[in-house]
T-cell receptor, first 112, second 113 residues
């Protein structure tokens, strides 16, 4: 099964951009790249997802490498409310169903 | 507003008792999922269902059971066979295609006393 690798933690200053890397060197051609984030004692929240092209929405941007073996989630201006665990996940890994497998994620700390 | 409702938010159970966690969605999603999260850990898949009257085991199904009699509902029963049931339980739903994201509930924290 294709897996993702993320740093355990990252720190950022408020109102500065945050770049969260994710490696997925064994990704298959039909796997989508999903990002979720989870605040303490809450359920994960969908952030963004993409297949090949870069994606933007009101929360973040997703930059996907041309070979699709890595991607970067970009928070353009971090706020204290962005402090959370961020998960990078591949969908439909190695099967025909669409369950998501969550790893440990990256814990993002935002300094005021 | 559409969403997923999990109840109760906190649940206490005595050892040896079965307990059922509720999960209801009004998003018209075909697929539903149950995850377990232990402190400081990621989510682990317990069971999932892609259509009504059908469900599959996830990575840690032992000691748990589910049913999917209605599209909107996917209750999880934690049985006495589950050795370490104290955890944070999360329910999610999706349209059932890999191009769509999941919507999660706010979770149920189960404590065995």
């Amino acid at each position: 099964d294709a897996k993702t690798t993320q740093p355990n933690s990252m720190e950022s200053n408020e109102e500065e951009p945050v770049h969260l890397p994710c490696n997925h060197s064994t990704i298959s051609g039909t796997d989508y790249i999903h990002w979720y984030r989870q605040l303490p004692s809450q359920g994960p929240e969908y952030v963004i997802h993409g297949l090949t092209s870069n994606v933007n929405n009101r929360m973040a941007s997703l930059a996907i490498a041309e070979d699709r073996k890595s991607s970067t989630l970009i928070l353009h201006r971090a706020t204290l409310r962005d402090a959370a665990v961020y998960y990078c996940i591949l969908s439909g890994v190695g099967s025909n169903d669409y369950k998501l497998s969550f790893g440990a994620g990256t814990t993002v700390t935002v300094r005021a | 507003d559409g969403g997923i409702t999990q109840s109760p938010k906190y649940l206490f159970r005595k050892e040896g008792q079965n307990v059922t966690l509720s999960c209801e969605q009004n998003l018209n999603h075909d697929a539903m999922y149950w995850y377990r999260q232990d402190p400081g850990q990621g989510l682990r898949l317990i069971y999932y269902s892609q259509i009504v009257n059908d469900f599959q085991k996830g990575d840690i199904a032992e000691g748990y059971s589910v049913s999917r009699e209605k599209k909107e509902s996917f209750p999880l029963t934690v049985t006495s066979a589950q050795k370490n049931p104290t955890a944070f339980y999360l329910c999610a739903s999706s349209p059932g295609h890999r191009n769509y994201g999941y919507t999660f509930g706010s979770g149920t924290r189960l404590t065995v006393v």
